[in-house]
Structures are given as C-alpha cells and as structure tokens.
C-alpha cells in the first residue's frame, strides 16, 4: 500500500472515530430550544400564548444509555420554566427501561414524577403516556403524575383555565390505545384546542381541530442522512412523518424530536429539542425558529 493510501486509510478511521464520539457521547445531550411562531386563523386564546412542548425523556439508568439523567432532567426542567411558558405539554415517553432502579424515590415512576412535578406553567402541565410508559406500569404512571400536579389526559379533553381554548390529549397508538374521536367529543362546535398524542399515526383519524397539535414518539428517526433523511422511523406512519411539521386532511401537527434516546444511544443530525411555540392570530409576528 503506497504513502497516499495509508494516509487515506487513517483519515478514515479518524473520521469514523469522530463521528462515533460525536453521535454517542455529545449530540445526544445537546439539547436544543426552539422558539416558533404560529398563527392560527381566527384564533380564540390568549394572544401570544406560551406553550412549551417537551417529548420523550426517556429517564434512564442504563450506563451506556445515561442520556436522560435525573441531574440533566432536573436542568431541563429549570430552563423550561425559566421562559416561562403559560402552558407545558408533554407527549409520552418518560421512562426508557423496564428494570429502572430509582435513587431518590419508592418507584420508578415517583422519581420520574417527582422531577417533572418541577414544571411550572400558569395554565397547567399536561401529559400523555407514550409506549414505554405503558410497557412500564401505565396506570401506576398516571397515578405518579397526579399526585405530582401534571393532568394526564387519556383519550380525554379539558378546558383549559381562564381560556376559550381546550387541551385535548390523546393515547398511545402504538400500545392501541389511540381514539381521537373520543378524546374530541366533549369540544364544543367550533372549539380551537392544543392537541398532544404521544405517536403522530393518531393524526390520520383526528377530527379536524385548530389550534395546535404536537407528537412525539418518532424522535426524529435520532439519526439523519443529510439529503436522505432517516433511516428508519419507529412507528406506523410514512418516514416523511418523522420530524417537523406535518399535515393530514384539515389538520396541522409538529413532531418533536424529543429529549432522550431509544433502542440504541445514538444521535446524528438530530439533536434533542423542546419547543416554545408562540401562538396567535393573524397579527402575530412571525420569524424563524431560534435554537442555541
């Protein structure tokens, strides 16, 4: 093998090197915030209204998968509530493995609870359970959350405080608890809402709804080919459904790429966000998304 071919060799192997240390011990914990404005016609709330949203924690013990730490998740929580969001939606997924060992509480799920319980928001911190939380102890979950302050909405809708608008929170579609139908039917004629579903396939069946509609689940396919996209997307939906904003008949969602990892504890070009959307009429002033 000549000079040129060595070398080429090694720069390679440095650049595969790199990219491992890259994707494994550095994007997944580089936590993007969002900043996006919506306008929605003929909107009912608040005018400018805060809605933080923050997917797929995925707490976890695991040593190779200590993504989602209670100290990193407990930091997250302090920079949500330093933007002082008027409401916090959270769709699905907080914990990622079946033998969690909690450190500071009884169970898994009043750890998990106890540090999102730190969530403040004005009008409420919602939640939706996701497939892990049901293959965890889904109603044990539920519980945790209660007693923590966070409303957790099953196929479920409630109006939300001092407003026009509802929250609607829908199940997990992939564990088949998904009714969109149901979780609509007590929304007036006409009634703008936020929507939360842990899995984006529920969008196929939801009624049509304005306001806002946010998922999870899809954690943006956690690696990102530029020009291609990612590779795999877990789920039922179509892999353009991955991430971003997406539409289905009348309706409008944005699928986050969520905070945590899954199966393996990679990230590549899709880095672990929240989002603040800005929500209002046709006079809001819109602009591009931030990110630090």
Known sequence: MSRRWRIAAWSVRLLVVL???????????????????????????????????????????????????VERARAIVA????????????????????????????????????????????????AVLGNHDWWHEGKAMTAAFKRAGITVLENDAVPLPGTALWVVGIGDDYTDHSQPQLATRKLPAGAQALVLMHGPESLRTLPPVRGLAVAGHTHGGQVSIPF?????VPGAGPREWAYGWVGHGDNRMYITSGLGVSI?????NMRPEWVTFTLGGANLQTGNEREP
């Open 19 to 69: 990219l491992f240390i890259w994707a494994t011990l550095i994007e997944p914990r580089w936590v993007a915030h969002r900043d996006i404005s919506e306008t929605v016609p003929n909107w009912k709330g608040p005018p400018g209204l805060k809605v933080a949203v923050a997917s797929d924690w995925h707490f976890s013990k695991r040593a190779l998968w200590r993504v989602m730490t």
């Open 79 to 126: 920079d949500i509530n330093a933007s002082q969001p008027d409401v916090i939606l959270l769709p699905g997924d907080f914990i990622a493995d079946s033998d969690y060992a909690p450190d500071d509480a009884a169970t898994a799920e009043d750890e998990i609870a106890n540090v999102l319980g730190g969530l403040k928001a004005r009008l409420g911190v919602y």
């Open 228 to 232: 291609f996209g990612p590779p795999v």
């Open 264 to 268: 393996l504890p990679v990230r590549f």
